[in-house]
């Protein structure tokens, strides 16, 4: 009997939402109409949220959207002289350059391998981080790691790379140590192109383990406590809660980070490499970020580093749509 | 309270120590830096090894 009444209901539901739907299928003209009064009451209703939301929109009209007005300076032969509106239009000239020059090749490896080792290497490392703290009983212990492995994230870039450059000196904490366990000569790690991506990668991960594993940290806290529970007594090993419980618990996290960070992808850390590299090492430490500084501030050809900016902003929209796009299909996190 | 397993035992004190030292080895630069900021540069310019308190105490360079 009660199988019947709720089938009926749910057919005289179904019937209702059709009816609802078939209504709304409004002519183009009524819809935007209808949303322009939409707009015109929901500003009237929240005049004062409207209000505060204002410098939000100043800021990405003056600092973000006002800007690409000049990016059309990439499709032209740009002089300060002539202005944005006076120099004459070259069309792809400036793209078809770079991608023919010698650097191109050598620019994208370096910002591909630095983003892709970092992805690797650095981005786990805060999850791992996060996990080992989790297994720690102790709370002064647990809060003590926690506040020593931050503290570095609020020091400045600068001061870091001086750090970098004084202990993997020739006569450096690391190399004395070095030769002092295996016996090897003396590196000179900065002027070795080989060692760049190392010690780049390195220096980040020391750098931001601990600031990254907080937003993990905060994440397993959310977890419910009693998942645990009904693990522990269907017999799964702390090793086993791990991978069952805590794992999936933040993986929500996890992918909207990656996300984000794969917007990020072709913007490595620019002034890190602008401060440790030097030309001896350009082989592997040039990135397309640093290349624009050199070619459009220190020797002022605008037009050309635009279209290599612009150039690597399409790449990195492209791989953010797409990215985001494989989340959505996967599951539910996504940015949009 | 369940007795932990050997593994368990094993891996508590092995997380310890690892964090243990990945804090040593975060906070000894940080102390280094402030240690040679303090410290007589030409000192610092020469010292070989581990620097573990201010030699020549000085605050010129601030």
Known sequence: MYHIKRGEDMAKLEKEVLALSIKQKRSFGDRVINFKKDVVQDFKRNKV???????????????????????????????????????????????????????????????ILLS???????????????????????????????????????????????????FTARDGLINDMFV????????????????FRTLYIGSDIWQNIGWSSIIFLAAMSTIDPSLYDAAK?????????????????IMPTVIILLILLIGKFMTVGDEKILLMYNPTIYETADVIGTYVYRKGILESDFSYSAAVGLFKAVIAFTLLVIENGIARKLGDTKLW | MMKKSLGERLFDYANIIF????????????????????????????????????????????
């Open chain 2, 19 to 62: 964090l243990v030292l990945l804090s040593l080895v975060t906070l000894y630069p940080l102390l280094y830096i402030l240690l040679a900021s303090i410290s007589d540069p030409t000192y610092v310019a020469q010292a070989r090894g581990i620097l573990l308190a201010p030699k020549d105490f000085t605050i010129e360079a601030y």
């Open chain 1, 233 to 249: 007594m269907d017999g799964a090993g702390r090793f086993k809660q791990m991978i069952h419980i805590t794992l999936p618990g």
């Open chain 1, 49 to 111: 949220i409207y209000l505060m939301l204002s410098p939000v929109i100043l800021y990405y009209i003056i600092f973000q959207y006002g800007p690409m007005y000049g990016l059309q300076i990439a499709f032209k032969d740009y002089s300060p002289v002539l202005g944005f509106h006076g120099s004459p239009w070259v069309g792809f000239e400036h793209f078809k350059e770079f991608f023919n020059s010698f650097y191109f090749g050598r620019l994208l490896k370096n910002t």
């Open chain 1, 180 to 195: 002092f366990l295996f016996g090897i000569e003396p590196i000179a790690f900065m002027r070795e192109s080989e060692w």
């Open chain 1, 116 to 166: 892709l080792y970092s992805l690797i290497f650095a981005f786990p490392a805060g999850i791992i981080l996060a996990l080992l703290l989790n297994e720690v009983k102790g709370r002064i212990f647990k809060q003590t790691v926690q506040t020593v492995t931050y503290m570095p994230h609020f020091v400045s870039l600068v001061v870091i790379v001086g750090i970098l450059f004084d």
